[in-house]
């Protein structure tokens, strides 16, 4: 995965047509790492999750530029990546996704200039996409960004996320993985240390639900880390809460920040 992962990367040089499709194989490496060394004891699983976070922010830098290129650092190099003259599928999604793996690599640049992304540029059509996701990408930007009105913009994630609102996505999905991380942040910035840890347990035990509802979610690699959860928990870890919870679905040495610092990212 890692080989064709690498030729892609390097492809990009000449076409950033498929940067999407190689920003979800990196997020995939990160995962099969993860698989092989759950801990991230390794330091190929902490270049598999800078590379991920890498090719998150040059996904949308990219499809923010419109035309000329944009230079992006990638697995060790500075590489200068055309724009595609085109629109690319760079939304809420993969935000959210490139927004936890920025707070797992405690990267604050990325997560600044992820956050000065505008919000009508994530919209997807209503009909893919809840309401609440986009309530969530404002209430996490305005948190970095330290905006106005953080506390109303949670309140309205929190409610249009509860399933009697939310439409699109499946109700287990909802629940199992969508929602999980909205409670922990809501813990998180309340410095809830006391409920946070129950709320973390419960997370994990949702996760593990979903992906092992059925053989074909035991089989599916996304499964592997619980991406959310331990973004959220990178946050409390940092702030000093006793989390007292060790768990394959947060790797050891990603949650504990071992690997800063190793090489530029």
């Not at 004891?41 to 998150?56: D, F, K, P, R, Y």
């Not at 309340?190 to 840890?197: S, Y």
Request: charged share 20%; with cysteine; net charge negative.
């Amino acid at each position: 995965m890692e080989e064709y992962l690498f030729e892609d990367i390097d492809e990009l040089a000449r076409s950033s047509k498929l940067i999407d499709a190689t920003f979800n194989t990196s997020v995939m490496g990160l995962r099969a790492r993860c698989l092989i060394d759950p801990e991230a004891a390794a330091i190929e699983t902490w270049e598999s999750a800078v590379n991920a976070l890498q090719m998150g922010s040059a996904l949308f830098a990219v499809a923010g530029a419109g035309e000329g290129t944009v230079e992006c650092r990638i697995n060790h190099k500075l590489r200068t990546i055309p724009a595609p003259g085109c629109r690319l599928v760079a939304g809420a999604g993969a935000w959210l996704t490139s927004f936890w793996l920025a707070l797992i690599c405690r990267d604050q640049p990325r997560l600044t200039q992820l956050s000065q992304i505008p919000l009508e540029q994530l919209h997807s059509p209503q009909a893919l996409a809840d309401e609440y996701l986009h309530h969530w990408i404002d209430t996490l930007q305005t948190w970095w960004l330290r905006g106005p009105a953080l506390a109303d913009k949670l309140i309205a994630t929190i409610e249009t996320s509860d399933p009697s609102v939310a439409r699109v996505a499946p109700l287990d999905m909802l629940q199992g993985v969508l929602d999980p991380p909205i409670n922990l942040f809501y813990h998180y910035l309340r410095r809830d240390q006391d409920g946070f840890t129950p709320a973390l347990a419960d997370a994990l035990k949702l996760h593990r639900a979903y992906w092992t509802l059925n053989e074909d979610r035991a089989a599916d690699i996304n499964g592997t880390i619980a991406l959310g959860p331990l973004a959220i928990a990178c946050l409390a870890h940092d702030a000093g809460f006793p989390l007292g919870i060790e768990s394959d679905y947060l790797p050891k040495h990603l949650l504990q920040r071992t690997w800063i610092g190793e090489f530029p990212t």
